[in-house]
């Protein structure tokens, strides 16, 4: 069942629901562009419209792999076909609270340390150690005049106890959902302002927050001043019941019970006979990947099932959200803002549905369940969509990589508001003709670093032991004819992918079964052998694995500081086979051992501590072949 055939059904649960529902980038033609529509500062300038607002739509666990838009027909209609989609964006970090942080700092998780949902290593607590209550981008947005909004989900351990100690800061006007009931679709809490948390037992908790949105933009709108409003539901996310006696931060995964997600009872009989998309990655007969994935049985037909039917309600559970956006757009549109206004829709980070609760790469077993926290398609490749003015409509952006660690700096370059120097990330050119610039220039946007610390864990019914030493780092990588997946685990085996012959990411071309081990010729990846393109990786990424600033931007200059190389085409020219291949000395990514989070005992070599240039020392590129 497709967007045609939706249409009057949900048209026909909208209209229950509205009885029932409770209350500074380098693209210089995209910057030229903001700076005559809007101007580059907080002050009025001659040719200037009124500064822009935003709104951010940000959904939980949402895909893309698993086309869980194509059943959102509002969302096609106000967004997709009224915006432009960026296929290529990714989540730098596989769960929750890592990559909201990174999102709302433009930092990646090892410049932030917070690599975890909960204390010791992550979580709100976190967070506020971490001193970025009164230095992350609700602040910033104040300092530049604007007034920000935020209901629902800000970050896990954000609870019933702590929420005021201190609050979050830099928020003109917020609804926060709160543990140990943000997951709890009938019977959230939330809390508003300064005012004490407030259960909402037995209403449902999205349309409770499309409510609280909608009286947030009113506000907004009222005070007659820029805006910047998030709308964050925790669907398609799991329904999760937690021990409220649990909620300083520990892994007592006994105190926490997953269940599917639960949609609003509108919504509760569509979609009968949807189940998980029968790719070629789904429940495999031969094991894959590496490191614990590697040793996964296959899953049985209970699982199956039960996969499918956590699937048809994470479908179910997002109508609520595409009714929301519709919501959201008519009030923008009644105020008289909407054409002032960026809408923007996007995940923290994606979900698997097969073949592990945790990586698509081998067979779930019965005791697995969906869930996320690899660096694979399906956990790190999410919906990036943006509508408003310049930004082209029913457009599909693709050939460049994005990620979260871009959305500040993006939303920073939309406002007219000087780039961070602390920026991991740069603006994403939005504009088209900004973003095929970006895409055919010589320096291309091609990677995305992705990392993650401690364990992988399935999320439902059945048994979800936590399966230790998922920690790993990786890069996703996508250029002219190259399209690659690259990642180091923390017990220092390593994986492969070309992505374009093997997109289900099955083949690990650096195991000894992989296709043409047994033969005289060589795996390849890109038309390459692998192993000249897995030397080139793992030196990007051994730049990657602690970058900061401008070496997470352009990577290639750090290895090549004359500027010969942009790419990794122009690094895989035979000139370099030596820098790469032949060096002994050459430090690689590898890790000292297995911890759960950011140790720099634990980390292995860096760049910064061990890397060394092309042509270091002043050698000719002939001394390095």
């Given at each position: 069942m497709r967007i045609a055939t939706l249409t009057a059904l949900l048209q026909a649960a909208a209209a229950v629901s509205a009885t029932t529902a409770p209350p500074a980038d380098r693209d210089s033609t995209q910057q030229q562009q903001q700076q005559l529509l809007f101007g580059s500062g907080p002050g009025p300038g001659p040719l200037q419209k009124r500064r822009p607002n935003v709104v951010f739509v940000l959904t939980d666990d949402q895909d893309v792999h698993l086309s869980s838009l194509d059943y959102m027909p509002l969302v096609r209609k106000h967004l997709l076909d009224k915006g432009t989609n960026f296929k290529g964006h990714y989540a730098t970090t596989a769960v929750c609270c890592p990559s909201r942080v990174t999102l709302w700092t433009g930092r990646h998780a090892h410049n932030t340390n917070v690599t975890d949902v909960s204390p010791p290593y992550g979580g709100y607590p976190k967070f506020i150690s971490q001193g970025f209550n009164d230095n992350y981008f609700p602040v910033w947005l104040q300092e530049a005049g604007y007034n920000t909004y935020y209901t629902g989900k800000l970050f896990n351990a954000h609870t019933i106890q702590n929420y005021d100690s201190p609050a979050p800061g830099g928020l003109t006007g917020s609804d926060f959902l709160l543990d140990p009931y943000t997951y709890a679709y009938l019977n959230s809490t939330f809390q508003r302002n300064g005012e004490a948390p407030r259960s909402y037992e037995g209403q449902y908790g999205t349309d409770v927050l499309a409510a609280k949105a909608y009286g947030l933009l009113d506000e907004a709108v009222a005070a007659e001043n820029p805006f910047f409003l998030v709308a964050a539901p925790v669907a398609p996310h799991a329904n999760v019941v937690m021990n409220k006696d649990e909620l300083d931060g520990g892994n007592d995964l006994d105190s926490v019970y997953f269940t599917e997600p639960v949609p609003a009872d509108r919504h509760a009989d569509l979609f009968p006979d949807e189940k998980v998309p029968r790719t070629l990655n789904f429940n495999p007969e031969d094991p894959s990947g590496a490191n614990w994935i590697r040793k996964l049985p296959q899953q049985n037909s209970t699982n199956?099932?039960?996969?499918?039917?956590?699937?048809?309600?994470?479908?179910?559970?997002?109508?609520?959200?595409?009714?929301?956006?519709?919501?959201?757009?008519?009030?923008?549109?009644?105020?008289?803002?909407?054409?002032?206004?960026?809408?923007?829709?996007?995940?923290?980070?994606?979900?698997?549905?097969?073949?592990?609760?945790?990586?698509?790469?081998?067979?779930?077993?019965?005791?697995?369940?969906?869930?996320k926290s690899c660096g694979y398609e399906e956990d790190v490749n999410v919906p990036l969509i943006v509508r408003g003015p310049g930004v082209a409509a029913g457009h599909e952006a693709d050939g460049v990589v994005t990620t979260h660690a871009d959305l500040a700096p993006t939303f920073f370059d939309l406002l007219g508001i000087p780039a961070r120097p602390d920026f991991d990330g740069a603006p994403i050119p939005v504009a088209r003709a900004a973003f095929e610039e970006a895409r055919n220039k010589g320096e291309r946007r091609e990677h995305a670093g992705i990392e993650y610390w401690g364990f992988a864990m399935g999320e439902g019914i059945y048994n979800r032991n936590p399966l230790e030493h998922n920690t790993y780092k990786a890069i996703r990588l996508s250029g002219p004819g190259y399209n690659l997946y690259y990642s180091v685990w923390c017990n220092n085996e390593h994986e492969l992918y070309d992505m374009d012959a093997d997109p289900g990411q099955l083949h690990n071309l650096l195991l000894s079964s992989a296709p043409n081990a047994s033969s005289s010729e060589p795996a390849l990846a890109a038309g390459q052998p692998a192993h000249k393109v897995a030397a080139r990786l793992d030196a990007l990424l051994l730049v990657l694995k602690t970058c900061a600033g401008a070496a997470c931007q352009r990577p290639w200059r750090e290895l090549h500081p004359d500027?010969?190389?942009?790419?990794?085409?122009?690094?895989?020219?035979?000139?370099?086979?030596?820098?790469?291949?032949?060096?002994?000395?050459?430090?690689?990514?590898?890790?000292?051992?297995?911890?759960?989070?950011?140790?720099?005992?634990?980390?292995?070599?860096?760049?910064?501590?061990?890397?060394?240039?092309?042509?270091?020392?002043?050698?000719?590129?002939?001394?390095?072949?």
């Open positions: 199956v099932e039960y996969n499918d039917h956590f699937y048809r309600q994470r479908l179910r559970a997002l109508q609520a959200v595409d009714e929301m956006v519709e919501g959201l757009v008519e009030r923008l549109e009644e105020h008289g803002v909407l054409d002032d206004t960026y809408i923007v829709y996007s995940s923290d980070n994606g979900e698997l549905l097969h073949p592990t609760g945790s990586s698509h790469k081998v067979a779930i077993p019965a005791t697995m369940m969906p869930g500027g010969a190389v942009r790419s990794l085409g122009d690094a895989l020219a035979p000139r370099y086979d030596g820098y790469y291949e032949e060096e002994e000395s050459r430090p690689r990514v590898a890790y000292e051992y297995c911890a759960n989070g950011f140790l720099a005992d634990a980390e292995g070599p860096t760049w910064q501590a061990d890397g060394r240039p092309f042509g270091a020392g002043g050698a000719r590129w002939e001394d390095w072949v």
